[in-house]
């Protein structure tokens, strides 16, 4: 509980950053339009083209806007030593690691909805046919790539290259978790009932969480000592 | 000492290895359907069963090195992981060509293909990351983790997809199915293709290890320089 | 054997083999590179050492 107090009280330090400066906001939400925009001039879709290929659009723009928001995630705190003070405070690895995972989950949760307005002007996709299911494949797809967003931030937040590592490395393991969320959001456009396959993906969806936010707490002393 | 069994393994996976070629090229047969190409699976298949085995093993060396702190497991993670993904990606370029005769195509998105791909990607990732980090602690306890993430990955990439459809035939050798589904001479040249095949792998990471150990040494020396 | 299929067969051993082999050669590559490195080194610490004996010593004990 204490640590879970903890955790809350690191995101809402981020948040509060955030809020004042919205460096990440901003840079992730410009840069998620102006692919969005892009890629409706690329292939200027039709209805039914955009129903195929609009979940697939929108998870890989969240997977870049995300690791925009990743990298700023712990590099915000090398200035000033931040990093080390946190460390030797008396919040705990896991605890650091989840509340940036919080803070990344709220701050990519708003450049998607940002991107789904877009979306639905450029696109005219109805995407708000089904607004319950998707904000729950929206919320737990999300955390899933804030987690391993928050704990490879925090892996080479010390590199070299640090801006480059982070992608290279963060997508390849997210590939199961964006397949899971394409094949629900696909569904979910197209108004189609959610059938044992996208509950299958779901399930996918739900494991891929539980098992990362396990390791990345299991692991969190490894990952943040300097 | 560790030299000479070096040179031995490769003498004998040469050695194997030549009576393995003769064998696939001039005495086994055609296979009735497939014709030539199948000859493919002799190295296809004990490839990518090297490969799992690599990560399999650098994953326990991984888990290894986080308990225990010695940068033995570490050195030999890393050396196991580089040769897997290249034996990785003999599996993924001989299986394309084969495929390419007998579906058709290059490429699809099986479930074995796609664990095959994501596997190649996260340790590519693996190798790139020790490479941009130099502290030799830092380095071990970091790519230690991530192997530790990407495994797990790995495990649900496979088990997520293959509950889908899939393209890939099925399992051939008789542990898995008991039998009958692939004709026992050319069984049992997958396995004795596939021992060369590790005793490939075995040396070429034995080699490695001791670039990792040379590496490490010259790191010291250059400390004990730098202090003098 | 049939002809196309042993074009690709071909091609699918060359393969397998020049992916080896190029492996083989940048681990050659590498080991002579560390070898050649660890000479120098070594020399380094060598002329160090006959220089100012007196300071390595006292760094042994």
Sequence with gaps: MKSLAQALSVARKDLAIELRTKESINAA????????????????????????????????????????????????????????????????????????????????????????FVFGIFYDVRWWLRPLELAALCVLATWGISVIGAVFGALTVNLRLRELMLPVIIYPLLIPLLIAAIEITNALFSNRPLGSYELLWGRVLLVFDIVFTALAMALAETILVN | MRDKFVVALAVAAGVLLAFNLYRIFLVLPDEALQGAIYRIIFFHVPAAITGMIGYFAALLLSLAYLSFGNFRYDSLAASVVEVSVVFSVVNIVTGSIWARVIWGIWWTWDYRLTSALVCVLIFSGYLMLRRAIDEPTQRARLSAALCVFGCIDVVIVWKSIEWFRTQHPGPVLSIRTGGGRIDPAMEQMLYLNFAAILMIAIALVLIRTRQEATAREIDSLRRIANAA | MDARNFTFMFYGFLAAWLIVLLYVISLARRGARLNRELEQVKQLIGADRASEPARLEDRSR
Excluded: Y
Excluded at chain 1, 48 to 57: H, K, Q, S, Y
Excluded at chain 1, 84 to 106: E, I, Q
């Design chain 1, 29 to 116: 939400g410009a840069f998620a339009v102006v692919i969005l925009l892009l890629f409706s001039f690329a292939f200027d879709p039709g209805a039914d083209a955009t129903r195929e290929i609009g979940g697939g659009l929108l998870w890989l723009v969240f997977a870049f806007a995300g690791a925009l928001i990743f990298n700023r995630g712990f590099a915000r705190e090398l200035p000033n030593d931040c990093l080390d003070t946190l460390l030797s405070s008396a919040v705990s690895g896991a605890s650091l690691l989840l509340g940036k995972s919080f803070a990344n989950l709220l701050m990519l949760l708003a450049v998607e909805f940002l991107s789904l």
